[in-house]
Antibody, heavy 117, light 110 residues
Framework: QVQLQESGPGLVKPSETLSLTCSVS?????????WVWFRQPPGKGLEWVGS???????YYSPSLKSRLTISVHTSRDQFSLRLNFVTAADTAVYYC??????????WGRGTLVTVSS | QSVLTQPPSASGTPGQRVTMSCSGS????????VYWYQQFPGTAPKLLIY???QRPSGVPDRFSGSKSVTSASLAISGLRSEDEAFYYC???????????FGGGTKLTVL
């Protein structure tokens, strides 16, 4: 079955770049799905970060757009997230998911990223 | 402040039917599909309802979704203790050009 797994540093310093990778298994990343990032600050609700299709379509959260890059790496069945100039407000559990531009139907387990010096 | 409005809490007793609401606007719920997610503490969300009222494979038919103009609802019939969780609604917002969520409803089974 389809599985997704997030990976990346659990601690990032303020003003630096948060980088995460999502590895997809059980399905090619070139399948006709969007690949999605969500996040959830500790004790708070869900927030959509952005969605990308391997064919090139990408959507970013308006509040993060100026700092955010989402990319697909088809040769490795991975997609990634880079968020620049992070602050404590970016501390969250980050989830990757398969879905469409407007939902996620298969989610990874999530990875906590803390922004702190 | 979430774009979609959900009551912070709901409760019911085993066997009861409970509903929870999700209120939006003309730029989101009216013109787009609504999705519902179930999340237990410390775990990833699970898609419970898609395209307003469709259940993914494996989701019991005790869960149902509906939409009416600027609002949507999730209903759970035959409430069970294992339904105690957070429930989030989500949709696309045409003005923001992005996905938006409600703040979530914590369901307590008494």
């Amino acid at each position: 079955q389809v599985q997704l797994q997030e990976s990346g540093p659990g601690l990032v310093k303020p003003s630096e770049t948060l980088s995460l990778t999502c590895s997809v298994s059980g399905l090619s990343i070139t399948s006709n799905y969007y690949w999605v990032w969500f996040r959830q600050p500790p004790g708070k609700g869900l927030e959509w970060v952005g969605s990308i299709h391997h064919a090139g379509s990408v959507y970013y959260s308006p509040s993060l757009k100026s700092r955010l890059t989402i990319s697909v790496h088809t040769s490795r069945d991975q997609f990634s997230l880079r968020l620049n100039f992070v602050t404590a407000a970016d501390t969250a559990v980050y989830y990757c998911a398969r879905g469409s531009h407007d939902y996620g139907d298969v989610w990874g387990r999530g990875t906590l990223v803390t922004v702190s010096s | 402040q979430s774009v979609l409005t959900q009551p912070p809490s709901a409760s019911g007793t085993p066997g009861q039917r409970v509903t929870m609401s999700c209120s939006g606007s003309t730029s989101n719920i009216v013109t787009n599909f609504v999705y519902w997610y179930q999340q237990f503490p410390g775990t990833a969300p699970k898609l419970l309802i898609y395209r307003n009222n469709q259940r993914p494979s494996g989701v019991p038919d005790r869960f149902s979704g509906s939409k009416s103009v600027t609002s949507a609802s999730l209903a759970i019939s035959g409430l069970r203790s294992e339904d105690e969780a957070f429930y989030y609604c989500a949709t696309w917002d045409d003005n923001l050009n992005g996905q938006v969520f409600g703040g979530g409803t914590k369901l307590t089974v008494l």
